[in-house]
C-alpha cells in the first residue's frame, strides 16, 4: 500500500510538470572531448591537479552561457561534453587559457550609471574603479627593512559623497596631490563619453571601438574568451560593472610561481600574496616600474582570465624580487578565492585533446529508438514466458514488471531533474539487461511456493508465508552478488561500461525494493481469492501441476 501510494504520488507530480528524463550526447547529439594530460615522466598526474583543471574548464565551459554542458574525469582524461557544439566549437572552448597581467590604459562604467569616482582623478572623469581598489606593494622582507615594508594600502570606504579616500602611503609626502591627467595628449572624447578626460594616447582605436560596443553584465562578462596577450584588449570585471581598456599582456600566467592567502603581521588586515618565477619577477618589476608614477587609472595592473578583469589593483611602487602582496578591504574567503585564480588560473597540466566524437541529433533519435524498441520486445517476451508458464501466477510477476518500469522511469527522471543525471544509451542497454534479473527474483519466489505446496501439501497462504522466509535469503543474496558488482565495475570502469554499471547498479535496488514491498504482498493478498487458493486450472496452481512429483509420473502413465 505504501509503495502504491508513493507511486501515485510521484506519477502525478511527473505528469503535472510534464518531466522527461534528459539525454546524453550520444542520444540528444553534440561533442564530446577527451583531454589526456602530459607528465614529463609518463605517469598518472596528482588527483588533486585533476580536479583543479575540471574546476577551471568547467567554469570556462559554463561561462560561455552553454546549458547542460558535463565536464568530469573519467580514470586520468577529462571528458568533456558540449550538447549541440561542432568540432571546432568544443575545442575551442576548452582550448588551456592564460592569466594575463595588462597594464590599464582606461576605465569606464559598463553601466549607464556612472561608479564612484576615485579621489585621485580629475574632476569631471567618470572613472569606474570600484569602492576599495585593492593595492599592490612589495612584500614585507623577513627582517623587516624599510625598504621591504608595504608602501600601499587599499582606498577605504567611499565617503558620504560617493567619492574613495585612498590612506596615505609611506612613501607620499604629506599633502602630496595626485598627478593629473594629462589633457594635452591624445584624443579628447566627448563629455559624456565614459572615457571623457582620461588620456586615450597609445590606444589602437580599434580597441576604442570594442570598448564602446563591449557589453557587461553579472551574467555575461567575457569569461570564456581567448585573448591574444600581443594586442590591446577591452574586457568586463566580473561584476559587469566596470569596463577597461588594457595594454598588451607583460606577464603572462606561467609566470607565476604560486598565491596564497594570509594576514599581515602588523595590521591583521587579509593580503594575497604572489610569487613570480624568474623571468616573471623581471618582467613584473619592469612593468610595476614603469607605471607606478603614472596618474590613475594608468597605474593600475590588470589580471585577466579566460578574458575577465579579476582585479585591476593600484601599483604603488616598483616592485623586484618576484614577490608581492595585493591588499584593500579583502576578507579571508575573498582573499582566497583570489589567490585561488591567481595560482590556478592556468591549468595546472598540460592536457592534448585524445579524441573529439561528434554525435548528430539524428543519430542519437535513431539510437534511442533502436534502445527503446529492444527493451519493448525484452519486456513483451518476459511477459508472454510468465502466462504461458505460469498462467494466472504470472498476472502477478507482469504487475511487478510494471511497477518495476514505473519506479525506474521516475527514478531516472528525478535524477534528472536534481542531480544532472542524463539518460545515455549505456544506460538504456543495462535498464533493458535488468528486466531479466528482476524477473529472476519473482521466477525464485513462485517456485518456492510451488515446491512448499508439492512437497508439504499446504495450503496456498501458508505455502505463500513459509516460501516467501526462504525465498527472500537467496533474492537478497543474488541482488547483492548483482549490486557488489555493478559498485566495483562502476569505479574501476570509464564512460560508457560506467554507465551500464550505473543503470545496473540503480535496477538491482530498484528490484529489492519492488519484490518486498509489492509483489510479496500482492501474493499474500491474491492466496486468499479462490481463484488462486482452489486450484483454477488457469491459476497457474491447478492440483495437476502441484501433484507430486511421482504421482505426476503415474498420472502420465496411465494417460
Known amino acids: 500500500m505504501l509503495l502504491a501510494i508513493i507511486l501515485a504520488m510521484g506519477a502525478a507530480t511527473i505528469l503535472q510538470k510534464a518531466y522527461i528524463p534528459k539525454f546524453g550526447l550520444d542520444l540528444a547529439g553534440g561533442t564530446t572531448v577527451t583531454l589526456s594530460p602530459e607528465t614529463l615522466d609518463n605517469k598518472a598526474p596528482p588527483e588533486e591537479s585533476l580536479d583543479r583543471a575540471v574546476n577551471i574548464i568547467r567554469d570556462r565551459v559554463n561561462g560561455t552561457g552553454i546549458s547542460d554542458a558535463q565536464v568530469a574525469k573519467s580514470g586520468s582524461n577529462i571528458l568533456i561534453q558540449i550538447p549541440g ?4 566549437q568544443a575545442e575551442k572552448l576548452v582550448t588551456t587559457a592564460e592569466l594575463r597581467f595588462r597594464q590599464v590604459l582606461a576605465i569606464g562604467p559598463a553601466q549607464d550609471t556612472p561608479a564612484p569616482l576615485p579621489s585621485d582623478a580629475p574632476s569631471g572623469s567618470p ?8 593595492a599592490v606593494s612589495a612584500d614585507p622582507s623577513p627582517s623587516g627593512s624599510p625598504a621591504g615594508r608595504s608602501l600601499a594600502k587599499a582606498l577605504t570606504q567611499p565617503s558620504p559623497s560617493g567619492s574613495a579616500q585612498p590612506e596615505p602611503s609611506a612613501s607620499a609626502s604629506p599633502g602630496a596631490e595626485p598627478s593629473p591627467l594629462p589633457t594635452d595628449r591624445g584624443t579628447t572624447p566627448p563629455a559624456d563619453d565614459p572615457l571623457a578626460g582620461q588620456d586615450l594616447s597609445g590606444i589602437d582605436p580599434a ?8 557589453k557587461c553584465s553579472a551574467t555575461n562578462f567575457g569569461q570564456g574568451v581567448q585573448d591574444d596577450p600581443n594586442k590591446q584588449y577591452a574586457a568586463c570585471d566580473t561584476s559587469g560593472q566596470i569596463k577597461y581598456i588594457l595594454d598588451k599582456a607583460a606577464v603572462k600566467g606561467t609566470e607565476l ?5 594570509g594576514t599581515d603581521p602588523t595590521t591583521g588586515e587579509w593580503i594575497v600574496q604572489v610569487d613570480f618565477k624568474s623571468a616573471g619577477a623581471t618582467q613584473f618589476a619592469d612593468i610595476t616600474r614603469r607605471i607606478t608614477t603614472l596618474p590613475q587609472p594608468r597605474n593600475q595592473l590588470a589580471t585577466v582570465l579566460d578574458g575577465a578583469v579579476i582585479v585591476a589593483p593600484t601599483i ?5 624580487g618576484g614577490r608581492a602582496r595585493i591588499s584593500g578591504g579583502f576578507t579571508q574567503v575573498t582573499a582566497s578565492e583570489l589567490a585561488d585564480q591567481l595560482k590556478y588560473g592556468a591549468l595546472p597540466l598540460k592536457f592534448k585533446t585524445s579524441s573529439v566524437v561528434t554525435v548528430s541529433s539524428t543519430l542519437g ?19 508472454l514466458y510468465l502466462l504461458l508458464y505460469y498462467r494466472g501466477l504470472g498476472l502477478v510477476g507482469i504487475a511487478s514488471l510494471a511497477v518495476a518500469s514505473i519506479v525506474t522511469y521516475l527514478s531516472v527522471t528525478v535524477l534528472s531533474e536534481n542531480a544532472g543525471f542524463r539518460l545515455s544509451l549505456p544506460h538504456i542497454i543495462g535498464l533493458v539487461v535488468s528486466i531479466g534479473i528482476t524477473a529472476d527474483s519473482f521466477i525464485v519466489f513462485f517456485e518456492r511456493m510451488r515446491d512448499e505446496m508439492k512437497e508439504g501439501r499446504r495450503s496456498l497462504r501458508t505455502a505463500v508465508e513459509v516460501a516467501w522466509r526462504r525465498a527472500r535469503r537467496t533474492i537478497l543474496v543474488a541482488d547483492a552478488v548483482m549490486f ?8 574501476l570502469a570509464v564512460g560508457d561500461v560506467a554507465g551500464f554499471a550505473f543503470a545496473m547498479g540503480l535496477t538491482t535496488v530498484i528490484d529489492v525494493v519492488v519484490v518486498f514491498l509489492f509483489t510479496k504482498p500482492l501474493m499474500s493478498l491474491v492466496a486468499r481469492t479462490k481463484f488462486f487458493s482452489k486450484g483454477h486450472k488457469l491459476s497457474g496452481l ?3 501441476r502441484m501433484a507430486r512429483p511421482e504421482s505426476s509420473s503415474q498420472s502420465f502413465q496411465e494417460a
Do not use: H, W, Y
Request: aromatic share 4%; no cysteine.
Open 85 to 88: 557544439a561542432g568540432q571546432e
Open 127 to 134: 572613472a569606474a574603479t570600484p569602492a576599495a581598489t585593492p
Open 207 to 214: 580597441t576604442l571601438q570594442q570598448f564602446k560596443d563591449l
Open 257 to 261: 610561481a604560486g598565491a596564497s592567502a
Open 316 to 320: 604603488n611602487e616598483a616592485i623586484p
Open 365 to 383: 533519435a535513431d539510437q534511442l529508438r533502436g534502445g527503446l524498441i529492444s527493451g519493448a520486445i525484452g519486456l513483451v517476451i518476459v511477459m
Open 484 to 491: 557488489i558488482a555493478a559498485v566495483v565495475l562502476f569505479f
Open 542 to 544: 491447478d492440483a495437476e
